[in-house]
């Protein structure tokens, strides 16, 4: 199916002016690598987070919303996560297997990301998704609003908020408490990176996962990781995770 591979420019691209990345993306492949590391900061089996890799384009609600989407996305001039990156796949795994009560992300842009999220805590039976993004016309297909490719039927525990994260976050942060999952992915400069980590960190429960997408674009996730001492912390296919061992 051609609409499964419409990335691959990009990847390959990204492979080719990264080499050593990529060449450790294969053995991490090899070695379900990836799948032991989240498994462990989830508490879940390697075997259990291969299974929920497989989820999305076997549910076939989820999958029919992906091939339309790709459809879509071939017609437009704008940029769009890739509907089927590992990368998404793992953020995916790490919900279902942690099954959080509070997930705060920041970015929407199209909803890729978000309806991911959204399916795994509709699978999991449990938890609520508050995503915080700007309406950036550069990034959205004319007429269109942030998360627009999230369906109906799985936007029941989604809160949206439009508008800056620094003038938001805090606010939500504060009203909600604690949080199990923090998910950057808007702004990738490092000092604006580095602020939302130094800001929605203490409100992670003991046990929660910061995440961030982007990871390789600056030092900020690296800065920060050890900065917090996190003994698990490591960046998968772009994306770093921090686990919070310790309040």
Do not use: C
């Amino acid at each position: 199916m051609k609409w499964l591979f419409q990335n691959v420019g990009k990847r390959a691209a990204f492979a080719f002016k990264n080499p050593r990345y990529a060449a450790g993306s294969i053995v991490r492949e090899l070695t379900r690598s990836d799948e032991i590391f989240i498994g462990r900061i989830t508490g879940a089996s390697a075997q259990e987070i291969r299974g929920y890799l497989n989820e999305p384009v076997s549910t076939p609600e989820f999958a029919a919303l992906l091939k339309g989407a790709a459809e879509e996305f071939r017609h437009l001039s704008i940029e769009s996560a890739d509907l089927f990156a590992k990368k998404v796949l793992l953020q995916y795994a790490a919900v279902r297997a942690l099954a959080p009560e509070r997930i705060v992300e920041t970015g929407i842009a199209n909803g890729v990301s978000s309806a991911y999220l959204l399916l795994a805590i509709r699978k999991n039976g449990k938890g609520r998704l508050h995503s915080i993004g700007l309406h950036d016309p550069a990034f959205l297909p004319t007429g269109r609003d942030p998360g627009w490719l999230v369906p109906s039927w799985l936007r029941g525990p989604w809160q949206v908020e439009i508008g800056d994260s620094r003038q938001i976050l805090p606010s939500s942060l504060s009203r909600f408490g604690t949080i199990d999952m923090f998910i950057h992915d808007s702004l990738h400069t490092y000092e604006h990176m580095l602020w939302e980590f130094e800001t929605a960190y203490p409100a992670l429960r003991r046990g929660g996962l910061l995440l961030s997408d982007d990871a390789l674009w600056n030092s900020a996730f690296h800065d920060f990781a050890r900065k917090m001492q996190g003994q698990d912390a490591r960046i998968l296919r772009g994306v770093g995770f921090l686990h919070k061992t310790r309040a």
